[in-house]
């Protein structure tokens, strides 16, 4: 019955003390938010307020990832000996398996010397690393980025590329001052130059946006691909180093009413099996170009 | 005293961004309800006076920073469904239970649309219908408001 009388107390004022009716508000904002979309997507102002803001952000997202860390370290010490002896198992299964690869060593030691060249490619450069871990992936579903606890105080810088122990993983697209945002090859605002390691193809591979995996438009239906071939980066971009590994063909389409073939691959590196990847910081010691240093943009669909 | 005080409003409000921000990773991502939306409808039905459409605003603008996604699409989604919880305020602290659960389902469905249509002008891919389980969890959660005793009307005989 109290409750009753308090809110018959607490409901005139509420008729007075409303200022703008929510239908001005309402217009106010909506316009407020249309003027912020348009700016950033098409004017690139707000990269120095967004980073500002985003340094503000940190503590709280320190504070909501603590009780996973807690979480996980708490878990490390309480393994049980059924796990321990599942994971002796796999691991005596694995190793059983590397035993068979090891003799089929003789049949890929071709593949190997050519690996090698590429190696010794990559070593000349010699790319300075940097270990990241991932905080976490991205919340949007629709985007396809990872985020990662080093940024500009480490010395990461947007551009640069990010690889782990697989292949290729994405490219760092905003850097804030203790985390950065790296954009994974699978989004479909990343495009990367590639090589297809069987036959030295030069090809570019566009993220798909869906489904994790990636596509290689504007090559001819005769084009000589195979489903399994590796694309490995052609290091002509100055971005990416040469000879990493970038994704797998999963899956050719030669459609004969379309000049092009539709190749569909799937990334090599994944993030869901590592947490740590290598951010490359160093820049990579390429000669100048002869032409012009302007960079011209990759054709979109 | 009115119900809720600045401290209450920014403090749930805080505490729904945390939640949003807690490291959710695959099938915990889609499942994901919207902890900010829902705290910010709840104060919009129990104090207008005090948590209004500029409130949604903000924190839309908060959750796009923390999300790196484009600037004030989740502002514009939040508005929206800020103001239609203004407009039938009064109404739905009179609703009984099956009705206020229709009304924030269909409040929350209304924010995913509008920032599907802004996504999609971005040039998103359309997504799947697994794209509205986080207003079904969502709703889901509601029914804590609904059965215990932070009852939107503020008054504790009625559903």
């Known amino acids: ?3 009753r009388v308090t809110l018959q107390q607490q409901q005139p004022p509420a008729f007075f003390v409303r200022g703008p009716s929510p239908f001005a508000r309402l217009v106010f904002f909506s316009a407020l938010s249309i003027v ?13 307020v967004r980073q500002g803001f985003a340094t503000l952000l940190y503590p709280l997202e320190v504070v909501a990832s603590a009780p996973v860390r807690i979480y996980r370290h708490v878990n490390s010490y309480f393994v049980d000996q059924k796990s321990l002896a599942q994971e002796n198992q796999r691991l005596t299964t694995f190793a059983m398996n590397q035993a068979l690869d090891l003799q089929r060593l003789t049949n890929t030691e071709a593949e190997n ?6 190696f010794e490619a990559r070593q000349k450069l010699k790319p300075s690393t940097q270990l990241a871990e991932i905080l976490h992936t991205g919340r949007d579903p629709f985007v396809h ?17 990010v690889v782990d122990g697989f292949g290729v993983i ?10 950065s945002e790296v954009t994974l090859i699978t989004d479909k605002s990343l495009v990367i130059p590639v090589q297809i390691a069987r036959n ?12 994790s995996t990636l596509y290689v438009p504007y090559l001819p239906t005769s084009v000589d691909i195979k489903e399994g071939d590796k694309l490995m980066t052609s290091g002509i971009d100055n971005t990416y180093p040469e000879g990493l590994t970038v994704a797998l063909v999963t899956r050719i389409e030669r459609d004969p009413n379309s000049p092009f073939a539709h190749i569909i691959c799937t990334p090599a590196a994944g993030t869901d099996r590592r947490r740590q990847v290598l951010i490359i910081t160093g820049s990579l010691i390429t000669p100048p170009s002869p032409i012009s240093k302007k960079v011209s943009h990759a054709p979109r669909q | 005293m009115r119900p809720g005080n600045n401290l209450e409003i ?8 945390l939640l949003y921000l807690l490291p959710w990773a695959g099938v915990g991502l889609t499942f994901r309800p919207d902890f900010v939306l829902l705290v910010l409808l709840y104060w919009l039905i129990r104090a207008p006076y005090a948590c209004n459409v500029g409130v949604a605003w903000m924190m839309g603008i908060v959750i796009d920073l923390a999300d790196g996604s484009l600037f004030g699409q989740h502002a514009l989604a939040y508005i929206v469904a800020a103001f239609l919880a203004l407009m039938y305020q009064r109404r739905v602290t009179l ?14 469905i209304i924010a995913q649309i509008v920032l599907l249509i802004v996504k999609l002008f971005g040039g998103d891919q359309p997504a799947g219908w697994t794209y509205f389980l986080p207003s079904l969890t969502g709703i889901m959660l509601w029914q804590l408001v609904i059965y215990s005793k932070i009852k939107v009307s503020g008054d504790e005989n009625r559903g």
């Open chain 1, 1 to 3: 019955m109290i409750r």
């Open chain 1, 36 to 48: 912020l979309m348009a700016v950033d997507s098409r004017l690139h102002y707000l990269n120095e």
């Open chain 1, 113 to 118: 010397a050519h690996l090698r060249l590429l």
């Open chain 1, 145 to 161: 980025k990872v985020e990662v606890n080093i940024g500009t105080q480490q010395g990461v810088a947007p551009g640069q590329a």
């Open chain 1, 170 to 179: 994405g490219q760092v697209t905003r850097a804030y001052p203790f985390t």
């Open chain 1, 200 to 211: 030295g193809l030069r090809a570019i591979a566009f993220g798909h946006g869906r489904d």
């Open chain 2, 10 to 17: 920014y403090g749930s409000l805080l505490l729904g961004l």
């Open chain 2, 95 to 108: 609703f009984n239970r099956l009705q206020q659960a229709g009304f924030v389902f269909a409040l929350l």
